[in-house]
């Protein structure tokens, strides 16, 4: 089995405006037409990554192992399609739910690509196909780690995959391990909330980052980084008083879309509110996090700040 060598490929902009079309074996050859592509990165809950194994008779890097489901798009095709086409034609995947991490242009001697880069959370099954691929299994961040610059991996993978989580991962890993330092010994809840969303703020490059504590029957602005911001908020209202009513993690990936989204700034874009929860169980505050970037936030970004949101449950 190979490739087909004559289908229909748009070529585009650096934007993604389609400004002509070629074949696959014109756009493999050394010509330098950019052509779009669609990558889905595969998470399950644990954080581990699902890889595909590319077949021998791949026309680029066979035998590799790469992102969990790449393909190109064909002429006249959207990239919401292609990647819907692709994920269920490669891994027999339907009901997942993407997420737009954003695109880059990837350049080789042999082609230039516009990857249009996504991700998604599954715990269900995958099949991959037998006629597409040689197999594939969910790889721990650290064999991932492990096999990087060793051919193993496909050099696609590895720079996409550094680019968009393993540099936000390392940071996440820095910023847990200055933050149990910062807080060790320290009773005075105040002071830890200024240091941790100082950290946070200066290490991850948020927009605005910051506290607000229950205050009786409200939310109350506490330490924060960033402009100027609300210092009320309602039990129930909002992004941060709905997290607080229903004791739970919220990524809101466009604040627009929110339904009663409380605006303090039309700058914001995106958000994350994680509760603070006492010792006890109780609510006592939530860390706010806004992005001027639509969908700034994953599940990387839940997990490790809800762990620092575990570390302030003991002043409480």
Not at 65 to 87: I, K
Request: net charge negative; hydrophobic share 35%; proline share 4%.
């Amino acid at each position: 089995m190979k490739d087909n060598q004559q289908e229909m490929f748009p070529i585009v902009d650096e934007e993604g405006t389609v400004t002509g079309k070629a074949t696959r074996g014109e756009c493999h050859c050394g010509s330098r037409l950019l052509h779009p592509v669609v990558h889905l990165h595969v998470f399950n809950s644990a954080g581990d990554v699902y890889l595909q194994k590319r077949p021998e008779w791949k026309d680029i890097q066979p035998g590799k192992w790469d992102t969990a489901v790449g393909g190109h798009l064909d002429y006249g095709e959207t990239p919401e399609e292609a990647l819907r086409r692709e994920v269920g034609e490669e891994l027999g995947m339907t009901d997942f739910e993407p997420q737009f991490i954003g695109k880059y242009v990837f350049d080789s001697k042999r082609e230039r690509e516009l990857v249009y880069v996504n991700r998604t959370t599954y715990d269900g099954e995958i099949s991959p196909s037998k006629d597409e691929l040689d197999g594939g299994r969910f790889w721990t961040m650290q064999e991932i780690r492990e096999s990087m610059g060793q051919n193993v991996l496909t050099p696609n993978f590895e720079r996409e995959f550094q680019q968009f989580f393993l540099d936000k991962i390392d940071k996440y890993d820095l910023l847990t391990k200055q933050i149990g330092g910062l807080i060790e010994g320290e009773r005075d809840s105040v002071a830890v909330m200024a240091n941790v969303c100082a950290a946070i703020h200066e290490t991850m490059g948020f927009w605005w980052t910051g506290f607000y504590r229950v205050v009786n029957d409200e939310l109350v602005l506490g330490p924060f980084q960033g402009p100027v911001a609300c210092m009320h908020i309602s039990f129930g209202k909002g992004v941060c008083g709905t997290a607080w009513r229903e004791r739970r993690t919220i990524v809101v990936p466009d604040v627009e879309l929110f339904p009663g989204h409380i605006a303090c700034s039309s700058l914001s874009r995106s958000e994350i509110v994680v509760p603070v929860l006492s010792e006890g169980g109780h609510v006592v505050a939530v860390l706010d996090i806004d992005s001027k970037a639509l969908s700034a936030f994953d599940d990387i970004d839940r997990r490790y700040l809800e762990g620092i949101c575990m570390m302030l449950s003991p002043l409480f």
